[in-house]
């Protein structure tokens, strides 16, 4: 992002913005040190008990964070909002990562790893994702799917994005990959792709089994499926369990 942050090392206070990157500050050892984290932070399950909730990844509780003083906050780029970030890098070190594929959330590990003084612990858990998703060669004929993040209005993850670089590593070839980022999907359009597979996450917008049968009338030749969002969308320690959940994924298809 082209900015340069100083950090005293190593960090006691850190305060961490990102769900998926506070679940990784606890694996790399570092749960003690977290003295701050977002209300979406939900793994690992301990973690509330030892660190102060400090609003939601775009609407900080800055008086919360003052009271902190943290000597590092970590955020996302995606995330977290610009203004709110920019008001904490004026007063904190402030730490940002910016992930649109596997080689970015790995290189992100082990920078964080080298920030915390957790090096060999990253480098370890890095590559013990690479190789997971090394068992996961590229289909020759890819299920084409759409990925659906948010319902009323409909939004899909597209081209760009963190999710779909996941969903061509688990099998699948995004219809909506020409698009950008997360837009709008109308029905018509939904139809007019004709996804083999419709896939409606867990997570951000909470899909379940109540919600397979209005997607089942735009599209009756499709399959419908309820997968986990934190395995297509957490770009931190969670990606470990990610490359096996896509080995089922495939075994169903």
Not at 117 to 130: F, H, K, S, T, V
Request: a neutral charge; hydrophobic letters at 45%; aromatic letters at 10%.
């Amino acid at each position: 992002m082209g900015r340069r942050v100083a950090v005293p090392l190593p960090a006691q206070r850190i305060v961490s913005l990102v769900p998926s990157q506070t679940e990784l500050l606890f694996a790399l050892g570092l749960g003690a040190r977290v003295v701050g984290m977002t209300k979406f932070c939900i793994h690992p399950a301990e973690a509330r008990r030892s660190a102060t909730v400090i609003g939601g990844t775009k609407n900080f509780d800055f008086d919360k964070i003052d009271a902190l003083q943290p000597d590092l906050i970590i955020g996302n780029k995606e995330e977290n909002y610009q203004e709110g970030i920019e008001q904490l890098a004026a007063r904190y070190p402030v730490w940002m990562s910016d992930i649109s594929t596997l080689p970015d959330s790995l290189s992100m590990i082990r920078r964080v790893g080298l920030l915390t003084q957790r090096a060999e612990a990253a480098d370890a858990l890095a590559a013990e994702i690479d190789a997971s998703f090394a068992t996961l060669p590229p289909l020759a004929e890819p299920v084409s799917a759409a990925y659906f993040i948010w319902r009323k209005p409909y939004m899909v993850a597209a081209g760009g994005t963190f999710i779909d670089d996941l969903l061509t590593r688990a099998g699948f070839r995004n219809v909506f990959g020409a698009l950008g980022r997360y837009p709008e999907i109308t029905p018509d359009q939904l139809r007019q792709a004709a996804p083999r597979q419709i896939l409606l996450s867990s997570e951000p917008y909470p899909f379940g089994a109540k919600h397979m049968a209005e997607f089942q009338e735009i599209c009756p030749a499709a399959e419908i499926r309820i997968v986990d969002g934190e395995l297509f969308s957490w770009y931190g320690s969670r990606l470990r369990h990610s490359a096996a959940y896509f080995r089922e994924l495939r075994c169903r298809n």
